[in-house]
């Protein structure tokens, strides 16, 4: 029986990973030599080749072979060939693999949210060309629910004016990033159909994709809960055996560690913790082979934001036509993932006290927003503004202008 053993210590247990890739050892099991014997190794890429380093005599049952160079990720097999009076055996071990604990670290990407963009999240949808644009269709939506866009960047063209985005309908976009490969919009749907029309003809269903996805959330909204996604690369059909995963919280200058746990998936939501508004938290991960790590890679960072929020909101009714008026509404807030978020404007009651409930639109948070409603006779109302993301409800008193 032929074992892999850890050439930086001394050690008769079996391995399938180690950190060297300089030095290759087996332990040859129930090793008893006898003089007719002659004992032979090598090493190869499969446990019935010695392409690698030739077969060379060996004597005792530990064996190490130093100054190679294995590739990284590439399975290696000692094999032993023992020839007797009575002909020849064969027998290899399982194979070990050398691990690169720093290119392992940089194939590791962390986002925040509950879902990375993989291609399972893509959603397909129907494309039409009019007056050469391209308008692209997506139905079954949920309002409210996280979607980002990625943009193929043209490499060979300065900019990409043929993608540019001309008109938006069902999505809110709330945040523009510029990668190294895409231009990513971050966006909620606010219609269970939306539209998206650029400019020109798109010519390749790769150059535009669309995800379930949330890509980066910069803030938290739960006080008790965080989930962090992430990506690796697989090398050679090999992958981590497990991810550690974990919740920091840089306060007063001083790293503390909340929670942490071990997963097999490549997502993970930490509940029942305590996170403090004002405090900034990061995911930590690691992908380990077996008890090798890669180094920590942190995550972007996020803020802790409260649910309750404080909102100033003035808005005045004035008449356009009969029946029909117009609310002017102002916010003023501090907190800015306020303007991430969409908001349903509901009209509580009229000056009778008759509960009207009458919602439009969704809108995002700006410091002005104009909404035509159809009233009969009244000259008082109640509204109210609430975040359906965030639980910010504020009532106000608006009169008719004289």
Known sequence: MIVDVDPEINSSSDIDFQTSNASLCFLLKQFAHNQSVSIFAGVGLSPNSTDVIPYTTIHNSRHCFRNIQMTPFTKYYSVVRA?????????????????????????????????????????????????????????????????????????????????????????????????????????????????IIFKSEITSSNEINLHRCQFNQPYLLSESEISFAWTDVERNDYRPTHFEISIVAFAENNIKVIKSTTTHEKTATFRNITLSPGDEYFGVVK????????????????????????????????????????????????????????????????????????????????????????????????????????????????????
């Open 287 to 402: 992908a380990c082979f077996s008890r090798i790590c890669s180094k920590p890679m942190f995550g972007p960072a996020l803020e802790m934001f409260p649910r309750d929020s404080k909102m100033i909101i003035t808005a005045k009714l004035s008449k356009q036509d009969e029946g029909i008026y117009k609310i002017g509404i102002e916010i003023l807030h501090t907190h800015h993932p306020l303007k991430h978020s969409l908001i349903r404007w509901t009209l509580a009651m009229d000056s009778q006290g008759r509960k009207r409930n009458i919602d439009w639109n969704y809108c995002k948070i700006q410091n002005e927003s104009m909404v035509s409603i159809s009233l009969a006779r009244v000259h008082e109302v109640e509204l109210s503004i609430k975040s359906e993301k965030i639980m910010c409800f504020s009532k106000i008193t608006i009169k008719q202008d004289k």
């Open 83 to 195: 020839n007797s009076s009575g002909g020849v055996s064969y027998a290899a071990s399982n194979g070990v693999m050398a691990i690169d604990i720093d290119a392992l670290a940089e194939d590791l990407k962390l986002k925040n949210g509950k879902r990375a963009c993989h291609e399972k999240n893509k959603v397909t949808p129907k494309i039409n060309v009019h007056n050469n644009q391209s308008i692209l269709s997506y139905a079954n939506l949920s309002v409210l629910e996280e979607f980002t866009m990625f943009i193929k960047k043209d490499a060979n063209k300065t900019s990409n004016k043929n993608n540019e985005v001309v008109n938006v309908n069902g999505f809110e976009i709330y945040d523009i990033l510029q990668t190294d490969l895409h231009q990513v919009m971050k966006m909620v749907a606010s219609s269970n159909n939306g539209e």
